[in-house]
């Protein structure tokens, strides 16, 4: 009899635990996906959420807030033959879990390079005057473009900051510019004193 109970007092003791186990408490401001034998089955929102142990694991914990991330300076070239140094910040939030999970390697890193390479695309169809007084348009133009690709990363970009010129590049430009448009004058002088 004592031996019975024992076993009786151990198996609930497993059971209890495998109960225990299979709730899973996710915080505020994250999603978790869950995979059954290694395939994504569901996503967990916050709160109190159940898993089948030993069949069901939590794959990827994804924060579903809005985040900041810092797009280093690059050297910008722009319609011009002007060089600008620009850099940015993307402020982006993930609306689906498993999607930003899944279908993404590194959702950072990709989002870091598709602003750096727009920043350049958009920065070089512009002139040196027009990027420096178009602050606004150029941050509308990378907006809508990120927008475009995101939704095949499926993380929303709520706002988008960027070009912060740093002064000596602009003043090596500028007077670059200001040489330019003095060698231009200055033939156009020479061409119109000329006696026909």
């Given amino acids: 009899m004592e031996g019975f109970a024992a076993l009786a007092i151990a198996i609930l003791v497993i059971v209890l635990l495998l109960i225990f186990a299979g709730f899973k408490t996710v915080p505020q401001g994250s999603q ?47 319609k011009d033959n002007a060089t600008v140094t620009a850099d940015g910040v993307v402020f982006f939030g993930v609306y689906d879990a498993a999607k930003a999970a899944y279908e993404v390697q590194n959702l950072h890193i990709a989002l870091m390079n598709l602003a750096m390479t727009n920043i350049r695309n958009v920065i070089g169809s512009m002139d040196l005057d027009e990027v420096l007084s178009n602050r606004d348009t150029i941050n509308r133009r990378l907006l809508s473009v990120i927008d475009q690709s995101c939704i095949r990363i499926y993380s ?28 231009l004058v ?3 002088n020479r061409l119109t004193d000329r006696p026909p």
């Fill in 32 to 78: 978790w996906t869950v995979e059954r034998l290694g395939r994504y089955t569901r996503t967990l929102p916050p709160g109190l959420g159940m898993i089948i142990p030993f069949i069901d694991r939590v794959g990827a914990k994804l924060s579903v807030q809005e985040t900041v991330l810092d797009i280093p300076s690059q050297e910008v070239i722009t």
């Fill in 156 to 183: 929303g970009n709520r706002r988008l900051r960027t070009c912060r010129q740093r002064s000596p590049t602009i003043r090596r430009a500028l007077c670059g510019a200001r040489e330019k448009n003095r060698r």
């Fill in 186 to 188: 200055g033939i156009a």
